[in-house]
């Protein structure tokens, strides 16, 4: 009984995250767990230095608004957003620094700080 329980809430949450998406977002998914599984950034179609760009103004920018006290005791998930789009954009710089272009990491760094950003406004 438990485990279906657990089974239901889950499923609830997936359903409202998607719905919310589509009504909300075009450009990158709400829900976290999108940003890991499903999304694949635009950013990527561009010139290597370009993406290398992008994810490194990003990292910088999400440092920045992380570190921040009034984001820091925030209640909103503006925090959340900022921490892991500046550890994500930071995955991607250390694969670039390897001489790799990780795509997955690429589009979470772009996810999580399209969803700062939205956050931000």
């Known amino acids: 009984m438990k485990s279906m329980l657990a089974k239901g809430v889950v499923v609830a949450f997936c359903l409202t995250g998607s719905a919310v998406m589509a009504a909300d977002s075009p450009v990158a998914p709400l829900d976290g767990i999108q940003c890991i599984?499903?999304?694949?950034?635009?950013?990527?179609?561009?010139?290597?230095?370009?993406?290398?760009?992008?994810?490194e103004?990003?990292?910088?920018?999400a440092l920045e608004v992380s570190e921040r006290r009034s984001v820091i005791f925030n209640q909103s998930q503006l925090f959340t957003w900022a921490h892991e789009a500046k550890v994500s954009c930071a995955k991607a710089i250390g694969f670039f620094a390897s001489g790799e272009l990780n795509e997955d990491q690429v589009s979470q760094c772009d996810c999580y700080y399209t969803r700062m950003r939205l956050l931000l406004r």
């Open 37 to 55: 599984r499903t999304f694949r950034s635009a950013v990527l179609d561009q010139p290597r230095p370009e993406v290398l760009s992008f994810v």
């Open 57 to 61: 103004q990003s990292y910088e920018h």
